[in-house]
Structure formats: C-alpha cells, structure tokens
C-alpha cells in the first residue's frame, strides 16, 4: 500500500537518553539510536526518518542534545538547516516535545506527532494507516495516543487501558488511564480483558493543544517553552529552568483522567530494543547464537543468545545458554538474557566511581 503525505502534518523525533540498558554497545556520546541494531544497515534514527518520510516530506523536527547535534547532521543530510533542535541539557521529554510544540506552534502547523528515534517498525504502512488515522482524530481536539497490541505480558512497557469507541473515528478509543510498568502476573491480567495496549510512547496532537493541557498542570511550564520558541537566544538562558517531568506524567496522564485523550490501535510490530533480551528476540533464534556484527569474528559452539564483537578480536563461546556477550575496545560485558535489564546497574555503578570515559 503506498503511503500519501498528510497536508499540515510534522514529525518530531525526540533523540535523546543513553540506552543504559544497551552498554557497553551504546554510551552517552552514541546512544542506541545512532547504531544499527538490526543489521538492516541504517541507524536506528535513518530508519526512523525513511519511515515518516512518505507521510511528512521535509517538515521533520529533530530534539536532541547538544553533543548529538553533529551526528545527526552526518546521519540526515536531506534535512533543512532549521530541522534540528539541540537541547543545552536533558531535562526529560516533556521539556524536549514541549519545546517542539512551541517551535511548530510558530510555523502554523495543524497536528504533530512525536515519534521516538529509537524504536523499530517493520510495516511502514500499517504504521502510516495509524499515524492517518491519529491526525484525523488530533484534527478534532483530541490528544491522541498509538497503542500497540501487545504479544505477550511485558513487564518491561507501560500501558493504556482503553474504554468506550470514540464516535464519528471507528477505530478510536477513549483512554481511561496510563499504567505504569507492572508484573508479569498483572500483565497477564491485562491482556486476559482486552482492554490494554502497550504504551509506545507516540502522541498525535495539535500543538497548541498539547501546550493549552500543560498549561492546566504547570503554566509557568508552557510559558517558558513560548518565550524560548519566540527568542531562541534565550534557550541558554530558560531552559534549566524547566521542570524535568515525562510527557506521561506532566500530561497524559491528567488529560486521560480529564477524558481529554483517545488511542488509536497500531497494529503493526513495533519494539523499542530495551536491553539486549529484546535485542537477540528481534535478531533471531531462540535456539541460536545471534551475531550483531562481523561473523568471522565469532566462534560459537553449542552457543545462544548473542554476540556483538566490537572490539576487532574474536569471541569464542562454548556451551552458554541465552548469553550476552558485547565486547567493544574498552569495556566488555557477559550476562546472560534473564538479566539483561540489570546491564543499567553497571552504569550507574561506573558514573557513581567517575569513570564518565566508559558511559
């Protein structure tokens, strides 16, 4: 199905965090988003932008930080000079698609869609079809969210609990309420009602919509996002002034307790590559050894899990079940896929010693 460009439609693409659960693989100065973790041969973030192309054109909007800036530059060449935002500092993500919405508020667009640079969707178009379906219910006033149908009890994903059809959109849903991460056994529950859907993070929404519903929470907030977005000069100056607060806390989830926001359902496959778990499940074989990187520098027997040899020499590894090992030229890490999430542990560790040289 060929995807059409939606008139008035902009995409912004917060590219920010470390993915500390991705260490040694991804660090502060080049986070998961700058790699390709599918060996599809682009980044994360080009694939990112070639799957909002066909639906935006050029009115893409970039927040980062500072130091990626020039990286981002390197990796979308076919952006307008005015298409990246560099953030002084990390402030969380309603400081960065706040500001966002501010800038867009300026240029007169009708509806924008916050879009993470480090998520990965193989169907473009059942991703295009929801991302249309978003800004026709985001025409109407509505904050508009994209739930994915989940596969499986996650405990490693918020989520959205849905309530009655919204009318006059068939596929839309009013939201009843954002979840926070639960357990294994309360995932199960969810999924058991059919009432769920992973909360992937993606807000369709005019943009003065989404300051109008900051404003109710924190007006000083959205004032300060207007005035930098009227003089950017003054970025330096307001922005460590700004709250750091997630876009759920600071909005979703006090618009969707006010009946203010709908979900759309993305029924496409999507992952945000949390750890290296997740990693080798979007890599291959359960049985098998996923390799992230060059083959001929492995050597694997009666091996699972995954590999990614980085540092130029090889890796051997003989009889391991669901192992990581990442190895880079100055860090290496073995654990095995059942705790994978505790990768993050180890950076905290290391920033709490000072060695800000290895995160």
């Not at 939606?6 to 986070?31: D, E, M, N, Q």
């Not at 996002?225 to 970025?235: D, S």
């Amino acid at each position: 199905m060929a995807l059409d460009e939606i008139p008035g439609f902009w995409a912004v693409v917060p590219a920010g965090g470390a993915g500390t659960r991705l260490w040694p693989l991804s660090r502060t100065r080049a986070p998961k988003f700058l790699h390709d973790l599918t060996g599809a041969g682009r980044t994360l973030l080009e694939q990112t932008h070639d799957r909002l192309a066909p639906l935006v054109g050029d009115r893409v909007l970039v927040v980062t930080g500072e130091v990626h800036r020039g990286a981002i530059r390197d990796q979308l060449p076919v952006l307008p000079d005015d298409a990246v935002v560099a953030e002084p500092s990390a402030r969380d993500s309603m400081a960065a698609i706040g500001l966002a919405a501010a800038v867009l508020e300026r240029r007169g667009a009708e509806v924008m869609g916050s879009f993470a640079a480090d998520h990965v969707i193989p169907e473009p178009e059942r991703f295009g079809a929801s991302v249309a379906e978003a800004v026709a219910a985001a025409r109407d006033g509505w904050l508009v969210t994209i739930g994915i149908q989940p596969t499986f009890p996650s405990a490693a994903f918020g989520y959205i609990r849905q309530g009655e059809p919204l009318p006059g959109h068939p596929s839309a849903r009013r939201v009843l309420e954002f979840v926070e991460k639960p357990s294994v056994s309360v995932a199960e529950e969810y999924l058991a009602t059919g009432q769920y859907r992973w909360n992937a993070g993606m807000f369709v929404v005019r943009p003065t919509v989404l300051l109008d519903l900051l404003a109710e929470q924190d007006e000083t907030f959205t004032a300060t996002l207007r005035a930098i977005a009227a003089e950017p000069h003054r970025l330096g100056e307001l922005w460590d002034t700004l709250p750091k607060i997630a876009i759920d806390h600071a909005v979703a989830e006090p618009a969707a307790a006010a009946g203010k926001v709908v979900t759309i359902p993305g029924t496409f496959a999507w992952d945000d590559i949390g750890d290296f778990d997740s990693l080798a499940s979007l890599l291959g074989d359960d049985d098998a050894c996923s390799i992230l990187g060059d083959p001929a520098l492995t050597q694997l027997i009666g091996a699972s899990g995954i590999v990614v040899p980085g540092s130029g020499r090889t890796v051997a590894v003989i009889g391991l079940d669901d192992v990581v090992v990442v190895d880079t030229p100055d860090a290496l890490l073995v654990t095995t896929r059942a705790r994978a999430q505790e990768v993050k542990n180890v950076v905290a560790a290391l920033k709490e010693q000072g060695r800000t040289d290895l995160v």
